[in-house]
């Protein structure tokens, strides 16, 4: 039984290793990928997500560009973490198929009343594009299984001193998913700072001997020198894949049913999302909120998928992907 998932994303290294895990694992099937401007600009975050399909071999499905900025507020991208491409780092010249005539919220509004099966939401970025989608189409909610984002945090932020990087660039948008009521994982940087890029782990990727591979150990050696350089980090958290890894085998992370509210006005906390773990507030439980990940298993789910797709025969080639739907 696979699931049908549709994956909103700001490539992003680690989007880039989620979109991987995502196209690799047999239980999940990916109908679409929309893109949101975050880590960078939407053009640069959009030709990421081309390049990172077509080099899985998956330029057959359907990718289209959304929001180009935060609901309120401006962009700020994260060029100090994932460069002025969004994807520093390795050699990602590859033919991609053209993305799709539409904005995200319509590919996604499209994809999912076409889908037999309630659909699955993974949003690795700032939540822009899936709050207007709730916003501008309520019909679709009744058809969507659940939403599994990546942002936020129980602790602290990495953006701002308690805000986490997807929520803090657009607030708003988080709020509005969080105050949606529909089935809602959120798998914060206390469980993806587990979920590290050690020296090992890349030198696995490396010692696939494909392209795919090469490309991922090069991604998380440029990202491994960002997080030393901002954060004194050792080695990268790879936040977005765990989002992943929590569709495909959601007892990998430990959930606690909470209410998750999010900062929008606070002149120090805006952007923080303010997750009452101890029900103190008596506000309901709006989010099932990760407190807890298997990392080893994690790493086996990823570096399997990664395998597949580099094993799948077109993954990694140069060969022109044929058009998306
Ligand atoms: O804070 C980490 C999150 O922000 C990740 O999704 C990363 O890709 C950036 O989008
Ligand atoms: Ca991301």
Not at 50 to 58: D, P, S, T, V
Not at 89 to 96: A, I, K, S, Y
Request: charged share 20%.
């Amino acid at each position: 039984m696979t699931t049908p998932v549709i994956i909103d994303c700001d490539p992003g290294h680690d989007d880039a290793l989620a979109l991987m895990l995502a196209l690799g694992s047999p239980r999940i099937n990916v109908l679409g990928v929309t893109t949101v401007a975050g880590n960078q600009t939407l053009e640069k975050t959009t030709r990421n997500a081309q390049r990172i399909l077509a080099l899985a071999g998956a330029g057959q499905i359907p990718i289209a560009a959304g929001a180009a900025r935060p609901l309120v507020g401006e962009l700020a991208v994260a060029a100090d973490i994932h460069g002025e491409s969004g994807l520093d780092g390795p050699d990602l010249d590859v033919p991609v198929a053209e993305v799709a005539g539409v904005h995200a919220v319509e590919l996604m509004r499209r994809l999912i009343a076409e889908e037999r099966e309630p659909v699955t939401l993974i949003a690795t970025g700032p939540l822009t594009n899936v709050a207007l989608l709730l916003s501008l189409h309520p019909e679709v909610l009744p058809r969507i299984k659940e939403v599994v984002f990546m942002g936020g945090s129980t602790e602290r932020g990495n953006t701002t001193p308690y805000g986490e990087f997807n929520i803090v660039t657009d607030p708003e948008a988080a709020d509005i998913v969080l105050r949606e009521g529909l089935p809602t994982t959120m798998i914060g940087l206390n469980v993806t700072h587990q979920a590290l890029a050690t020296d090992e782990i890349i030198a696995e990727f490396r010692g696939m001997g494909t392209r795919l591979g090469t490309v991922c150990a090069e991604l998380m050696t440029f990202f491994a020198g960002a997080y030393r350089q901002n954060f004194g980090f050792g080695h990268p958290p790879v936040h977005d894949p765990v989002a992943v890894a929590a569709v495909i085998d959601p007892a990998l992370v430990r959930t606690e049913a909470v209410n998750v509210a999010v900062e929008l006005a606070g002149a120090y906390t805006r952007g923080a999302t303010v997750v009452d773990l101890h029900r103190r507030t008596h506000r309901p439980p709006n989010a099932d909120v990760a407190v807890g990940v298997d990392v080893e298993s994690f790493w086996r789910l990823l570096m399997t998928a990664v395998r597949n797709l580099s094993t799948a025969g077109t993954a990694g080639s140069a060969s022109r992907p044929s058009a998306p739907a």
